[in-house]
């Protein structure tokens, strides 16, 4: 019966922590909903058990995936599930590391799974983000989005910082059950909670402080276009003229004179700025009228192609920023001579290729800072804009292939801590939901939901303060990893 009931309790506290990262956040119930997985170090079999843990977590939290294939890549479902079983079972590798290291740890006793297993999850998240081309989704941090203080704190920690305090009150929580004792419960919930509290204190001070300057230099007005139009996946004249006059039409009735108006990614696909004269005439008319364009088409030179965002203002003012990190079997087709049979789900076109640097997109006075959809979960990356001066941060995506499910919210809580984390205003524009304007504390100022039209006005004042995460944003990640690999070779040596 043990050991059916040790598997079982692994598969349920998987979903458990799947559910943190829903449509509706549950920023409380995160304080215990990684706890089992610590209670699995004490199992006869960690390691596995770990996997199988991270196995049914990645196949609950991505569960958007295999319709999208069936719908987009024209794939049959019992070929897409198990595609994403892979996937799956690849990413809960993670997890059974951090059972099968963390094991050694927590036998240790005394304080050291305090401190070793919160570092041991935080360097293992910074590996998954770049191993393999990496996959940051979901940090354990963005759990807490909705967590006061949260995300205020993370301008000094990330949210590899965030993700560390998560684990930390999950293990404060499981050594509760295991020591029969109520003082980790208390340590691992009211540590965090001050430490949020300060972190909210510097939030408001920092608010206060941005009040002060709205005298000096008045905010700017920018307009998020949300068409919440057809995904279009092939050529189809009648629906592809269709959303067209939508977004031009929604684009001239929010076009004042110095206004910035943000279209969402694909907003006229198929049609393509340097290839189409009646895109080129609209975005000039546009012009005319004051305003400055910012939208998404595809750039090619040669054979190569480019997913970029232009910038079009008055003057023949044109900037141009190339997507650096491609989505994978989006926009190429990672290891093609292992997955030949798999067709890209993205559109139509041939494979793009990233762009090769840093460019920020200048307006009035402000420098953007461009991530096209996928672009925004990498911390690292954004923080690389901030340092070279971006003022504003710009996200445009299409979210549209996903439908009514948690992907565009987890995808959206990623773009609040990038926001958070190098203290900018960070503008949204989603085609179907959920489009945004962020504070430069990771508050939502304006939203528009899923599969909803509308345009968010409101007026935007870029920052050029660095934080300590924007400087450093490897700074706590290695830390974690250089105390992982302390904590688990002082255990080995007890253990000897």
């Not at 179907?432 to 939901?449: F, N």
Request: net charge positive; proline share 8%.
């Amino acid at each position: 019966m043990r050991r059916l009931l040790w598997p079982l309790f692994a598969a349920v506290s998987g979903v458990l922590w799947a559910l943190c990262f829903g449509k509706h956040s549950l920023p409380w119930a995160s304080f215990v909903a990684l706890a089992p997985l610590v209670l699995l170090l004490r199992s006869p079999a960690p390691g596995r058990l770990g996997w199988l843990h991270g196995f049914v977590y990645w196949m609950t939290a991505l569960s958007w995936i295999p319709p999208t294939m069936v719908t987009y890549g024209h794939m049959p479902l019992p070929a897409a599930i198990p595609l994403v079983g892979l996937l799956a079972g690849y990413l809960a590798l993670s997890h059974a590391a951090f059972a099968g290291f963390g094991a050694v740890i927590l036998r240790r006793g005394g304080l050291l799974p305090w401190i070793g297993l919160p570092a041991l999850w935080t360097a293992l998240e910074w590996l998954r983000t770049y191993l393999g081309g990496g996959f940051p989704w979901n940090l354990a941090a963005y759990a807490w989005t909705d967590l006061p203080g949260a995300l205020p704190l993370s301008a000094a920690v990330g949210a590899y910082g965030i993700s560390f305090l998560l684990v930390f009150a999950a293990t404060g929580v499981a050594l509760c059950v295991l020591r029969r004792r109520w003082e980790p419960l208390a340590a691992g919930l009211l540590i965090p909670l001050l430490l949020f509290a300060l972190g909210g204190r510097a939030g408001t001070r920092f608010e206060i402080g941005r009040m002060e300057h709205f005298l000096d230099r008045p905010p700017l007005p920018v307009r998020l276009l949300q068409p919440n139009i057809a995904n279009l996946t092939s050529p189809d004249e009648v629906a592809a003229w269709r959303n067209y006059r939508q977004v031009v039409g929604m684009s001239r009735a929010a076009c004042e004179e110095g206004t910035l108006v943000v279209w969402p990614e694909s907003a006229t696909w198929p049609f393509s700025y340097e290839r189409d004269p009646n895109l080129q005439t609209d975005l000039a008319r546009l012009v005319e009228k004051g305003c400055t364009v910012l939208f998404n088409a595809d750039h090619e030179v040669g054979s190569v192609l480019y997913n970029s965002a232009y910038l079009l203002g008055p003057g023949g003012a044109r900037a141009r920023y190339d997507k650096r990190h491609l989505v994978p079997f989006g926009e190429y087709v990672p290891f093609r001579g292992i997955f030949s049979f798999v067709d890209k789900l993205a559109r139509d076109a041939g494979e793009f290729r990233p762009g090769e640097e840093v460019r920020l997109l200048p307006w009035e006075g402000e420098k953007l800072g461009m991530s096209i959809c996928y672009e925004v979960v990498f911390p690292a990356e954004v923080a690389e804009e901030v340092r070279a001066g971006a003022t504003v941060l710009v996200t445009i995506t299409n979210d549209a292939w996903y439908g009514d499910t948690a992907a565009p919210w987890q995808h959206f809580r990623a773009a609040r801590f990038r926001a958070a984390e190098n203290r900018r205003p960070l503008l949204r524009a989603a085609i179907t939901g959920i489009s945004a304007l962020v504070s430069p504390d990771g508050s939502v100022r304006r939203e528009i939901g899923p599969f909803k039209e509308g345009v968010i006005r409101a007026r935007v004042m870029g920052e050029s303060e660095i934080t300590p995460f924007a400087r450093c944003p490897w700074l706590v990640p290695a830390l974690c990893t250089l105390i992982a690999l302390t904590a688990f070779g002082v255990s080995l040596r007890k253990r000897a």
